[in-house]
């Protein structure tokens, strides 16, 4: 962990914020944006833990940019104005938008910033959005375009946990009533039956995968990294990084060749957390529209199925 990230989670450890449980919480404007080159051996050991592999080997996973952009979201988390503490949030829906793939040796900036606030019955949502533009190369859509559009777009919702009065609020003149429509799309499909998905694979959670993936993730918040510092934040045991379990799912439809085209859209609702160590399955069936396949994560707990993640890919 470098200097900067152990900055910032001290700060993150003693941040007390303004915000009471009778007020609607409001985020501040806030902007982060950095060039990056991307570091090579950086890149290997994230391919590895995920297990990306590609035939072009330079082509950046869908999501490394997220967790390139980890300590800008994170310095926008301990800045006096933001309303929630940033130790305890809850990864709950992550969706990525790829238009051009970056590849290992592009020039990227990257910009992120906070979007909209969601009431949400346990407490409120709200979006990290992060985009990636290419700064070196011309748009291989359309060539005769310059990448003045972002090559990825990433959203992340966080769930602040606090217990509230849902009649103290103004919903209906906010965005607090309704959550965004992919979100609710994919916590629909929890719903669904999933007697029609196919079991493509299985995977072992090791109890060290949470320090391992922060490691090459930057993302050090202590639910994922041992059992008596997630009990410290309410979780019975360690639990795995939302953005690690997204990740071999992409890596494993990509294997399969489930995912043929490097645009894509991959929407994604983390609905259990995956205690660890544990086996999990990953469940995949068509989608209900063209060039749209359905995945999700499973195990298996007294003879019923638990769902920890359930997504969509869009082949754009």
Known sequence: MDASIISLYAKAVTFKPIFTKTTSPKLPIYTRQKSISVVPSHFSAYNKLINWQTRDEQIVHPNYIQTLSLPMQLDMMVQDTFPFKPLGLVHIGNKIKVVQSPRVFD?????????????????????????????????????????????????????????????????????????????????????????HSDKIASFEFQSDVGRKYAKVSGDYNPIHLHPFTAKILGFKKAIAHGMYSKAIAISEMLNQSLIRSEQVEINTVFSQPIALPTNVDMLCQQGEVQNQNVFKLASNCRNKLRIHLSGQVNQL
């Open 107 to 195: 020039q990227l900036t990257l910009v992120t910033e906070f979007g909209e606030i969601y009431f949400h019955k346990r407490g409120w949502l709200f979006e990290v959005i992060t985009k990636a533009f290419i700064k070196n190369r011309t748009n291989e859509i359309h060539p005769n375009k310059v990448n003045a559009e972002p090559a990825v777009i990433g959203t992340s919702l966080y769930l602040a946990r606090t217990t509230h009065n849902k009649d103290n609020f103004d919903l209906d003149s906010t965005n607090f009533s309704e959550i965004p429509a992919w979100l609710k799309a994919n916590q629909n499909q929890l719903l669904d039956s999933s007697e």
